[in-house]
């Protein structure tokens, strides 16, 4: 593989900055238009409490196999982005190893840094974002994760997100220093900073080249409402409610999650129609499940979780939009770049 016309323009190894124009990605001419999943694959936990490293229960996984079926009779094959309780948990990992192995699924990491060894960090919600803490710690962190998934699954991971989206300023050279080919952090147009995360508002939702052989595809978000040319508005909390309820302005990102299917097919639909060629869905694994995330309480929300995944496949099926794996992608891009 080759990169030397991008490593021509000196791009910055960064990923909390938005790209340049010209570190854009080209994707094939036959690429045509694909859709990938990304399930965030980790432990359940209380969403409204303080972390803590105790929590690293992880019986959600044993409803994956299940839920990966629906997926694959749809022709996708779901890349399941582990954390370390994951893959540390016999039961749940022999769960993930024998779908990878029946090729069910493919393998990537979520770095949860707070129950993450090694444990040098205080637990706060600045150091719940990895790339907040010391880079001697992130790269021990990331390696602890990534070697302990292959020793898990067999596989060595190469597509790598940060759990909260917390990347940084080091980020990109740990990734490429380990052998990460593409990175899935970036959760375009979405704002983390009032909590201690990084800024994406201004990140593109188009895949780029990071550095050397590290990729970025950010996960799919789009603006609706007769006010979508003017995004700038939603950063003000007086405005941003208002604005929803109006339909005027509302930010929709690809994820069942909070996000009410109509929006999201029409989300899709614009999106389609500015030429988008590749979308990046997302869930969190434990959403299987009754009454582990807060997307998922009852029965009825779990009806709902999978209808929401039916009229998406239904529309990416009449609009001749194909699912696409998360190591093709990384194929796609360095075909497109070579």
Known sequence: MKHEAFAARRAPARLDMP???????????????????????????????????????????????????????????????????????????????????????????????????????????????????????????????????????????????????????????????????????????FDYRAAGGADFSHHPIWPWHVAGPLWEAPLTAAWLGGLRRFPGLHASPALRGPLARLGLLNRIALTPEDMPLPDVLEAIRILLGAGHRLFSLSFHTPSVEIGH?????????????????????????REGVAAIRGPEIVQALDRAGA
């Not at 803590?52 to 996708?76: V, Y």
């Not at 039916?310 to 529309?315: E, I, N, P, R, Y």
């Open 19 to 189: 790209p340049r124009a010209d570190q854009r990605a080209p994707l094939p001419a036959d690429f045509g238009r694909r859709f990938v999943i990304f399930g965030d694959a980790e432990e359940e936990f209380d969403w409204n409490a303080p972390f803590a490293r105790t929590n690293i229960a992880t019986s959600a996984i044993a409803s994956l196999p299940e839920a990966t079926r629906r997926f694959n009779d749809h022709g996708a094959i779901p890349c399941y982005m582990v954390d370390y309780p994951v893959v540390d948990n016999p039961r749940s990992a022999t769960i993930l190893r024998a779908m990878a192995d029946g090729d069910a699924c493919d393998i990537g990491t979520q770095l949860h840094p707070w129950v993450n060894p090694p444990f040098d960090e205080d637990i706060s919600d600045r150091n719940s974002f990895t790339g907040n803490l010391p880079r001697p710690l992130q790269r021990a962190k990331l390696h602890a994760l990534t070697d302990r998934i292959e020793q898990a699954t067999g596989q060595r991971p190469i597509i790598y997100r940060a759990g909260r989206y917390g990347i940084g300023e080091h980020t990109a050279d740990l990734l490429i220093e380990a052998g990460y080919r593409l990175d899935v952090s970036v959760r375009a147009l």
């Open 293 to 317: 995330t807060p997307y998922v309480r009852d029965a009825a929300d779990l009806k709902r979780f999978w209808a929401w995944w039916d009229g998406v496949f239904a529309l990416f099926a």
